[in-house]
């Protein structure tokens, strides 16, 4: 007997996928919302709020992006191994 084709089904939402999302779009909603940095103080060894907590998010743009990017593969990972099962 022949095999059932292989359904595709569209994107699947799981809430791997939804932290995933958070962590990429979280760096955007920070830098848009420029009301809630755009002040001098507290300063940090004399950088004015507004430089520092935008350098701050440089970084936790990249953590936050390398955490997705993990999320992904793991997720990625498992999607390809319930298909040989």
């Not at 791997?16 to 955007?28: D, E, K, N, S, T």
């Not at 848009?32 to 430089?51: H, M, N, Q």
């Not at 701050?56 to 990972?77: E, G, H, N, P």
Request: charge should be positive; hydrophobic fraction near 50%.
């Amino acid at each position: 007997m022949s095999q059932a084709p292989e359904v595709n089904r569209g994107p699947v939402v799981t809430p791997v996928r939804v932290v995933i999302a958070l962590c990429l779009v979280a760096p955007f909603v920070a830098m848009l919302w420029v009301g809630s940095y755009a002040k001098t103080d507290p300063a940090l060894i004399g950088i004015p709020f507004f430089y520092w907590y935008q350098m701050a998010w440089v970084l936790i743009s990249t953590a936050l992006t390398m955490i997705a990017f993990k999320l992904w593969q793991r997720d990625q990972r498992a999607r390809r191994g319930g298909e040989h099962r």
